[in-house]
Each structure stands twice: as C-alpha cells, then as structure tokens.
C-alpha cells in the first residue's frame, strides 16, 4: 500500500469538506431529523430564487406552478437552465411530508421558445422520473405551446411518456435537424445502444464508420451508470436507477450529437470509493484548487485516468473511445458536466483544446455531450 504523502492528506481533508459543504455523501444522526426542516428549506430556496428570476406562480394549498423560461441550454444559459431542472428535482424528489410545503402542481412550456436537445433530454428524465412517482398521472398540456417546440418534443419521443397522450394536430415542420426519440433504460441495459444505432443509421442515411468507437463507449457510459452512478445504500428503488440517451443530425453541416443523462450521484461523488481514488488524488495533489473548483479539477483527473473504479483491464476506455472517434473524424467535442464542473474536449481545424470550468448551480447526475463532424475524414 502507498505511503500518502501530507500534501495528498491536505488535500483529502478539503475534498471531504467541500463535499460536505455540497452535501455529498451520507449523514448520521445521533438524533433524528427534525422533518420540518427539509420543508422549511424547500420554500425558502424558491422564495430566494424567485428574488433572482425563477418564474413560478403560487395557489392555495401551497400548489405551484412552474413557468419555464424562454430559452433552455446549458452551453449559454446554464445557470438558469440548471436552476429550472433543480427546481422540478427539489418538488418531485420525496412527498411531502407537510401541509405547507410547496409541491408541483404544472410545469408550464408556454414561454418556451427554444431549448437545446441536451436540456430537453435532461427535462424529459426529470419529468419522467416525476411521472414515474405518482404513478403515470401526468398529462401535458399543449394548447399554448410554441409550433417549433411542439415539434420538438414530439421528435424526441416526449409524449410517449405518458398513457393518456394529447391529441394535437398533425402537423410536420421542414428542419435540417432531425432527431433520434429518446431511449429511456436501467441499469445494465446495454442492449438498448442497437436501438440508438439503427434510430441514427435511419438519419444519417449511410452506415457509420468506426461505430465500433462509439458503440463501446456509449455501452462503457451504461455500464457505469450500473456499477457508479446509483449506490444501493441511496437509490433502493430500481425505478429511480435510470439513464436517457437521445441524438441528433444536422443535415446542413453533417454534425452529428449523442446526448446521455443520468441522474444519479454524479461522478466526482463516485470517485472517493473507487479503485482509482488514490490516483485521482495523486493528480490533484500537483495543482492548486481555488474554491469552488473541485468538480472540475476531478472530472478532468478522471478524464486523464484511462480506467473505472472496476479495476477490470475491459472496462474504463469508453469515454476514450469516443475521443477516438473524434479523432478519427477530424472534428468534434466531448463535454462531461457533472454537479459543479464541466470537463470539454474539441477538437478542430487539427486543434486540440481542453477546458474545464465550474458552476454555481449543481446539475445532480451526469451528462455527456457528445459531437461529431460527419463531413471530414
């Protein structure tokens, strides 16, 4: 066993304290929990958000109303992107246990006049695991909805979510863009990448080239969801241990982009107790973190780990694999954001460039973009 060195238990030190901070890992209690207190924070966490701009409406018994913004993304608006996913995760999270705790009553789409198809892949997860708690209740409302998102949502598989589907008109608008309906699995459900193939060959028009790159690192991504991202001591019930994969092809410049969601702990929470953890630490430990930073700095030090807290020699490659595919193309990018940080390779015009960078708002799970240029070799 390695000898840790004072500086690599400094740092252990501010990693515990940072996530306890953040609210990362398990707390005992000599005592019970008062349960007021969770409710209590709930609304006041509404109360100071809606000060900064969160736009819902309140009704008696305590009903609110959710009105989501204009524009959705997280390259450009992520803060108040990630604010409005919070917002939907806090009300639908656990029942509430008071009377005069806010709870969900409409997620309103009328104001919404754009959104990425990584954020509508993250806001269908979040919908879906609300649906998935009050036992297929949901029913969209789609009298106000702007055209282009209608059509959207409805490419993306959105209203396959729910058993009582609205009735909306027929209608097809032209787009470049065309998108893969989302694929919606659990834990240990590889399999499901054939459909993501055939959905993208349906698309794209021809076969693939070096699909095997992006075969195995979108399975490494589902495997990891079953053996990280969902710990048996948080997440016991096997309906909350999902993962959403959608895609997308733009005709005009051939781009072509995979987006995977999970919501779990996130994988900078996941690192701590995994095989890799001491070398984790050995590479933070040769940089100064600013506060705040840590995220970031973890991703990237996983990133730069070219293995999974597996320990097996097979398993750790897929993220690599699909800088692979990247490579071998000429162009494209890879963005992990999870909790705090974001982690973003690209590569372009034979430039690489790799940034990492920190948010104030924690998105809870992980998401992977993943970009590609169809048109070069």
């Known amino acids: 066993m390695k000898k840790i060195s004072e500086k690599q238990k400094e ?53 609110l109303t959710l009105h989501l913004p204009e524009c959705m993304d997280f390259s450009d608006n992520y803060e108040n992107t990630t604010t409005y996913i919070i917002a939907i995760r806090k009300l639908t999270e656990k029942k509430p246990k008071n009377k005069n705790q806010y709870h969900l009553k409409f997620v309103k789409f009328d104001k919404l006049k754009k ?72 834990c240990g459900d590889s399999d499901k990448t054939r459909q993501l193939k055939d959905a993208i060959q349906n698309i794209v028009g021809d076969r693939i080239d070096k699909w095997t790159f992006l075969h195995s690192g ?13 710990p048996n001591h948080e997440f016991l019930n096997k309906a909350d241990k999902s993962w959403y994969l959608s895609g997308a092809y733009n005709s005009k410049t051939q781009e072509l982009k995979i987006s995977f969601y999970d919501q779990g702990i996130g994988i900078p929470k996941s690192l701590p107790t995994s ?76 430039e690489k460039e790799i940034k990492t960078h920190s948010f104030k708002m924690p998105l809870k799970g992980t998401l992977i973009i993943w970009s590609v240029s169809l048109a070069h070799n």
Do not use: C
């Open 115 to 186: 959104i990425s198809g990584s954020a509508a892949l993250v806001l269908t997860a979040e919908l879906s695991k609300w649906d998935d708690t009050i036992r297929s209740n949901l029913t969209p409302l789609i009298e106000n909805w702007d055209t282009e998102i209608l059509q959207q949502f409805r490419e993306l598989g959105f209203f396959s979510l729910f058993k009582k589907s609205p009735k909306f008109p027929d209608t097809k608008s032209e787009s470049h863009i065309s998108l893969v309906k989302y694929i919606k699995g659990s």
């Open 275 to 350: 095989e890799i953890w001491e070398r984790v630490l050995g590479l933070l430990s040769k940089i100064n973190i600013g506060k705040g930073l840590l995220d970031a700095e973890m991703l990237k030090a996983a990133m730069e780990i070219d293995r999974t807290s597996t320990g097996e020699s097979d398993r750790g490659k897929g993220l690599q694999d699909l800088l692979e595919f990247i490579r071998q193309r000429g162009e494209g990018y890879l963005s992990v954001l999870s909790r705090r940080g974001l982690y973003r390779f690209s590569l372009k015009n034979g």
């Open 11 to 63: 740092l252990d030190k501010k990693i515990a304290l940072e996530h306890r901070s953040q609210g990362i890992g398990r707390r005992t209690y000599r005592t019970k929990p008062h349960s007021d207190d969770e409710w209590l924070k709930i609304n006041r966490w509404f109360q100071d958000k809606k000060s900064d701009g969160l736009d819902y409406t309140l009704e008696r018994q305590r009903a």
């Open 218 to 230: 979108l399975t490494e991504a589902i495997t990891n969801v079953s053996h990280h991202a969902y």
